[in-house]
């Protein structure tokens, strides 16, 4: 269903489509490239050999950006690079380049294994990694509720198909709005498409997507 809207649009600006995809996607009479996003090697090999001239690679969800990223570096697109991907996929890698940077940002920590007492005090909001969408993202008040947390998040993380040993990442408390600003970067330049905001932003235990 992500793919549909592209597709659309392309056809009312008269572009010729290749879809890359990991399953079925019935969409009118566009060509489709068998992809596997966990075999990034084998899927650009699929795709270069398929295709010819490209002058743009769009991914339509948060799965297919690494192969995007890939596709785009091999064909010598402009683009976000793997490695910007990979970082934007990854709250410990994120973290550590802003901090790096100077960015500012809460209060972290990195935590692997059991919980433990956070340097940053408490309330303080444990998340992993690696998912999106608020998920697994919870407030911890003391140290019984950031056991409590780190558990399920463990869980969570089972029940997703993602590492057992994924670290958590623990940040201090931030009250007040929730935004989120959606953008387009072109040649270091942001123009700003929307800005969202949460009118009831919840302060906890969990923080669901609301709009």
């Known amino acids: 269903y992500r793919a549909t809207d592209f597709v659309l649009a392309a056809k009312r600006l008269a572009l010729d489509v290749v879809i890359g995809s990991d399953g079925a996607l019935p969409l009118g009479s566009n060509p489709v490239v068998r992809v596997d996003p966990a075999d990034l090697g084998a899927s650009v090999h699929r795709l270069l050999s398929t295709v010819g001239r490209v002058d743009a690679v769009v991914a339509v969800d948060s799965d297919m950006l690494p ?21 934007a996929a990854d709250k410990s890698m994120q973290r550590r380049l802003w901090a790096e940077a100077g960015v500012s940002q809460p209060g972290f920590q990195i935590v692997s294994g059991a919980a433990a007492a956070p340097r940053l005090g408490f309330p303080c909001v444990a998340k992993p990694v690696s998912l999106s969408a608020s998920r697994g993202v919870l407030r911890a008040d003391n140290e019984a509720a950031l056991t409590a947390a780190m558990s399920e998040i463990r869980a969570i993380l089972s029940a997703s198909g993602r590492m057992d040993d994924e670290p958590i990442l623990i940040e ?40």
């Open 67 to 87: 192969l995007a990223a890939r596709l785009g570096t091999e064909l010598g697109l402009a683009g976000n690079t793997p490695g910007a991907v990979a970082a």
């Open 172 to 211: 201090e408390y931030v009250p007040g709005w929730e935004l989120s600003i959606d953008g387009l970067l072109t040649d270091g330049l942001l123009a700003v498409t929307a800005i969202f905001d949460k009118p009831d932003t919840p302060d906890g235990p969990t923080f669901e997507e609301t709009l």
